[in-house]
């Protein structure tokens, strides 16, 4: 490991952290910073030494108290910093008494505020004694499978009515990876996902980024074996040649999603207010991340919802799309979708189109079904016809990508379709994404039994495009950079294809 | 009442109904739509008779079952048929033996097939006899309150694990209507706004359209006092000059949302392939939808987001927004959205930024809260901040409506600010919708508790946004069209201002 990543590495899965600020005052910062360790500690997840460090505790959930990291016997590799933006100074110098690799600054007050010397100081102090600050003014690390949790926001939320809910949840192990300048918009993230079911490798809130910038992130998380895709959130990116290098190295092996705002001149004018940053012609923006392969998500949507396709399925080889849908109506808002996209949705082969009939002939398909793309199976549908149509189209070679439209309303579908039509996407290595509508029981059964089984789903006919979209797009940059291959070798050594359970 | 509609309205209220095709074999159509005016009769919502009629059965679920139409005594004003198209000219001659007003015809086999001639007979029979046709070729009606069902797909499933789910839910009474041309989507659309707790009106799918239209739907609709929004689907609408003069008297009363799929040409050979309808082209109805002051939804979540808006909020008076925000990214991600549908998100007056200013000084107001538009009350707001900020800008006289974003994982802000909010609401005539983002649980509760109190919430800030957009599209409409205050003093009226529970 380069010494650079392995300093980064400091970061997830340190062997020693100090919570500077820790304290036993309820939902303080320094409490729920310092109470995840502990917790995760006991859990046997985290597996390093943990002190906490305040001057006027002696202990603090039954963890030993330091006055200052000084005091601190052995070696330290990781200060967490949640203390007042005017003493965190003093506090660095203290660090760099020590042989610190990585400090996280989680306190505000700094250039955010218009405060760039307090800022500039602490950057000097760090440079020099070679240490990498993440923050400040940032939530900070979670990497679940190492314990690593500094999110401060506690888990749940007690209501007026003496309820206990989720409030800001942790979210599962997965291999979306979330790095984002924002904090509040990375635990709405988390909260999102996780709702979803979806899980998440690692999550970085780089928040003012003094030192470690988004760069340098998305170099650590190309050797990061659980990483399979990075949903990045920024408001501005200051270092771009530097970025446009790291991307374009990044997704060659990962794919990597943008969400940017500021699009509209309002947009950037409320955005420079919002981070002192000027975030430059949003037209640059988009050059860059198209040049560099990254997906730009038009809204947060579609951040997540590409992500999740981008996770679950390969990208696709071509532009070609076929729909499979048993309603018509929703067959169409798909079609619509992709071609104002620019996918084709043209009409299949005669050889497709031949073995549709032949089936309609044998009455193994209904005999108003249409086939010349979309497949619209009718009303009359059941699981064995939905698995027929799958593999007929999977075997055309003209088709890239299948949107199978599964609405579970017909009388005649029995939910084994699900699996079923997973079973024979497992076989190929083209890309499919699926929609039921409905937000009641059997739709969500039916959303989370194909996520499950590894294919996405989505609750509009629009989405279910739209996710087919960027896996078109992105086939197209690895295929346009003789790496299209590899990357589809690769996933499915992952086996990231439909798993039956 | 005018004749006309009281002949509509038999399809809604009928004082009896016979189902032809009624049945004792569970789960067929025939069996689910009887069974449903049953336990609806006894539960005392239905209250007309009910016949079933079956020439092969001498009572189903305990009701005296007759050979024919012909046999029943007394007075028939409803019959729902549901027997296979080749017989449905027969049960129509017996139909126009008796007086009766309407006729639903759930079966298909008709022009959706190619069998035009079929469709045709049936047709000339109603019409010698002045009988009304709904269909063939869809699912009917349904109304809540009235204790009409005619959606022959079971509310639950049982899974192959012996569970039984909701699988096509019946919706609570709500003052939404959907008129839908496709049976699948209207079941969708209900299963839809039923998960997310909105409620319906009344329920149409009239299918193949062979007699009564979506124009006559329409004109029902606007004498309907439950409906206070239409939800419109439609894949082509035939009599157009019909339906143009009809909606531009309906949409000054209510408003139209409008879901017309085939929008590119991949897609309208798809539509023409399903419907066999030629749709023309889609700038033609761009043009009808304008000029009629209907809100076409670009896809499926815009037209659910939207009817709920319309539902819930007055139309504002105008294109200037203020956003009030507790996360700056997706505040940004607002003013984004806003801008690119063309709305104003422009700077405050000055009298507002020193409101605002005081506010700061005084430590009411987060010492680094931006208060030029957007409002970014920053992760340090507490409800009584959101409060305050809601109430300057309602008083400010040159904004015409507010995207609040309430995100709910800030750690001083209490759950209380949503009723807070609500109530500053609901001393203004000017709209306001909200955005949570997250998936679990306070998330959840959050815009739950948002829409209770009669505020939309949403789970994107671009969704917030194109809410509000809709609110400033149909009250610029009426403002051209002079009847916005009436329209708003009929809103208020109806007490659809957040109610206190």
Chains 1, 2 share one sequence.
Do not use: W
């Amino acid at each position: 490991m380069k010494q650079s990543i392995k300093q980064m590495h400091t970061f997830f899965n340190p062997r020693s952290v100090a919570i500077v600020g820790a304290t036993k005052k309820i939902n303080k910062a320094g409490h729920v910073i310092f109470k995840n360790f502990v917790e995760n500690k006991r859990r046997g997840v985290f597996k390093g030494e943990i002190y906490p460090v305040n001057p006027y505790e002696n202990s603090i959930l039954g963890f030993q108290c330091y006055p200052s990291v000084t005091k601190i016997p052995g070696e330290l590799e990781l200060v967490v910093i949640v203390v007042p933006a005017k003493i965190v100074p003093n506090i660095m110098r203290d660090v760099t008494t020590k042989i610190v690799k990585a400090v996280v600054i989680i306190s505000s007050g700094f250039s955010e505020v218009g405060n760039h010397e307090l800022e500039n100081q602490i950057v000097t102090v760090a440079k020099k004694a070679g240490i990498r600050i993440l923050g400040p003014n940032c939530l900070g690390v979670y990497d679940s499978r190492m314990g690593v949790d500094m999110l401060f926001l506690p888990e749940t939320r007690v209501l007026t009515t003496g309820d206990e809910v989720i409030a800001t949840p942790r979210p599962m192990p997965g291999n979306i990876a979330i790095v984002t300048q924002s904090g509040a918009f990375g635990v709405a993230a988390l909260d999102y996902l996780t709702g979803l079911q979806i899980g998440v490798s690692k999550f970085v809130s780089f928040g003012n980024k003094c030192d470690v910038n988004e760069a340098e992130m998305l170099h650590y998380l190309l050797y990061d074996e659980e990483t399979k895709v990075i949903l990045l959130y920024v408001e501005d990116i200051k270092s771009g040649r530097e970025f446009i290098k790291v991307a374009e190295k990044v997704t060659k092996k990962k794919p990597i999603v943008a969400l940017k705002c500021g699009r509209t001149e309002a947009g950037a004018r409320a955005a420079a207010s919002h981070t002192g940053a000027m975030a430059g012609s949003d037209r640059i923006y988009d050059a860059a991340f198209a040049q560099t392969g990254i997906f730009r998500a038009k809204d947060m949507e579609e951040f997540f919802d590409v992500g999740k396709a981008l996770a679950m399925q390969p990208p696709a080889a071509g532009k070609n799309v076929a729909v499979i849908t048993d309603a018509g109506g929703p067959g169409v808002m798909a079609v619509d979708e992709c071609e104002l996209k620019g996918l084709n949705v043209k009409r299949f082969s005669e050889e497709t189109v031949q073995k549709f009939e032949k089936l309609k002939k044998a009455g193994r398909l209904p005999k108003f079904a249409t086939n010349l793309n979309p497949v619209d199976l009718t009303g009359s549908v059941t699981s064995k016809m939905f698995e027929l149509a799958t593999k007929i189209i999977f075997e055309d070679r003209e088709i890239h990508g299948i949107i199978l439209l599964g609405l579970h309303h017909t009388p005649a579908l029995q939910e084994d379709f699900i699996d079923k039509v997973a079973k024979v996407a497992s076989k190929y290595d083209k890309p499919i994404v699926t929609c039921d509508i409905g937000e009641t029981e059997m739709a969500l059964h039916t959303r989370y039994r194909f996520d499950k089984l590894g294919i996405p789903a989505y609750f509009s006919p629009e989405d279910a495009a739209r996710a087919m979209n960027a896996l078109v797009r992105y086939g197209l940059y690895l295929k346009k950079n003789n790496c299209l291959k590899e990357y589809i070798q690769n996933f499915l050594k992952d086996k990231r294809k439909p798993q039956f359970t």
